[in-house]
């Protein structure tokens, strides 16, 4: 079973540093690109992707072998209707289909309380038993923040479906977002460590929240700190992806469900 031709599983130490944001942008702009894009929510206790592309009314249907098959998403804005999705793929800007457990709920905001066990099930489901398209260029999987069952399990049946760890290592890496201050910066030091320890590649840092863009006059003020995760990127000798601002155009997007221009 092949998943994509590349996977990046995006991580962060600690909640509220905007991942789920970063997650929906990168698979967005790969869409925008032309390329096939899958996206994974495996956030399963706070599920945000179905709200933050604007699918919060979907859900998920079974094909005839019982598989889920994944909701696609359509830009919602008028000017990108043109690009809306036949048969998997946009008449222009690539296509994009997205999992969640968010669509299997009766309500998005019913409490899932799971232990560890049904975790792991339910990820491993989402690898195996969901009917991705054929040849889908990138999948893009989203993270609650941590180390803990859903990446353990997320990382293990990756490796399962791949079946080559050489495989693994060279088209499946981590993206590291935090914001700028020191306690985000120290958390996120322990994704290094596990990526490190379950021979994870990561791809590079990106510092999350870096000032704050004022709507009038366009001066940015470093209103939590300044160069954490850049510096955090050198000492570990790690690409710095780079940084996205404290923007209201990037709230009003997610909003939305579309990228940013």
Known sequence: MVLAKRVIIVLSGKGGVGKSTVSCQIALCYKEQGLRVGFLDIDLCGPSVPRMLNLNKSSVVQS??????PVFYEPSSQSSKESHVQNGASLRGGSLEVMSIGFLLNDETDAVIWRGPKKNAMIKQF???????????????????????????????????????????????????????????????REISFCNKCKLNIVGVIENMSGFICSHCSHCSNIFSQGGGKSLAAKKNLTFLGTIPVDTNIALAVDKGENIE
Request: proline share 4%; hydrophobic share 40%; glycine share 6%.
């Open 64 to 69: 005839t072998s019982g598989a889920w098959v």
């Open 127 to 189: 690898l195996t038993d969901v009917q991705w398209s054929e040849n889908l260029d990138l999948l893009v999987i989203d993270t609650p923040p941590g180390t803990s069952d859903e990446h353990m399990s997320i990382v293990e049946h990756i490796k399962e479906v791949i079946g080559c760890e050489d495989v693994f290592e060279n088209k499946v890496g981590a993206i590291l977002v935090t914001t700028p201050q020191a306690v985000s910066v120290h958390d996120v030091q």
